[in-house]
């Protein structure tokens, strides 16, 4: 865990490093980035107390898709995801409202 809260810190900081999780089914990978995505949007921050703030999108590949499939999920989930992101900020602006 501590590898990919570095490479977040060090993508927030203009220097992104890469990294690959792999292994057998059921060794928690998808348990490990529920909590990498937690802290890629900032709702829980990383060792060094510093939050960070990414659009985090998530699909589903598999070897049937074509690139230009690929594409189509990336850009559909990056629109739900910054949609999701302006009706928060609308929610939050409306709260001073009152």
Known sequence: MLIIEQRLFQTKNG???HFLIEGERGL????LFLMVEKQAT???????SEKV?????????D???SFFEILK??????KR?????????TLASGVWVF
Request: charged content about 25%; cysteine-free.
């Open 15 to 17: 220097n992104p490093q």
């Open 28 to 31: 928690g990978k998808s348990s």
């Open 42 to 48: 900032g709702k829980i921050p990383l060792r060094n």
């Open 53 to 61: 703030n990414f659009v985090v999108i998530n699909i589903e590949l």
């Open 63 to 65: 070897s049937t898709q």
């Open 73 to 78: 999920a990336i850009a559909v989930d990056f």
């Open 81 to 89: 995801a910054l949609s999701e992101r302006d009706r928060i900020k």
